[in-house]
């Protein structure tokens, strides 16, 4: 069961933009915070980018610059514009849900046990 859903994914020619939306069931605490992961195939799981509660957005150094996130803590719904996209892009995008006081760093991989609220995930695909 996805406690969250993605939408927004699809294919795109390079130097192409989508929009992801993500929103959470009504059982997900308002208030929690939310950030995007992707996962490009035959590797591990990794941040991409989080918007907290006070404070500016972060982002992993390979999207800054052309991607912006923005997430709405009332609704609990979270997108991200992603612009400029490349062939490394390619991958399955996916957003999770917990307590802000996790650890919301985008470094290293993001094993699964960290967050307690994931979606199924969005194929984003960038062709040559």
């Known amino acids: 069961q996805a406690h969250l859903m993605e939408t927004g994914g699809g294919s795109v020619e390079v130097g192409g933009s989508l929009r992801l939306s993500c929103t959470a069931a009504?059982?997900?605490?308002?208030?929690?915070?939310m950030g995007w992961f992707r996962q490009i195939q035959g590797k591990e799981r990794e941040g991409v980018a989080h918007?907290?509660?006070?404070?500016?957005?972060i982002y992993a150094d390979f999207v800054k610059g052309r991607f912006s996130v923005s997430q709405d803590y009332a609704e609990m719904t979270l997108s991200l514009e992603m612009k400029n996209l490349q062939p490394e892009d390619t991958a399955i995008y996916y957003c999770?849900?917990?307590?802000?006081?996790?650890?919301?760093?985008?470094?290293?991989?993001?094993?699964?046990?960290?967050?307690?609220?994931w979606g199924q995930g969005t194929q984003v695909t960038v062709s040559s």
């Open positions: 999770a849900a917990d307590s802000c006081a996790r650890s919301w760093t985008l470094e290293g991989p993001v094993p699964l046990w960290r967050y307690d609220y």
């Open positions: 009504r059982y997900v605490p308002r208030g929690y915070c």
């Open positions: 918007s907290p509660k006070d404070g500016d957005a």
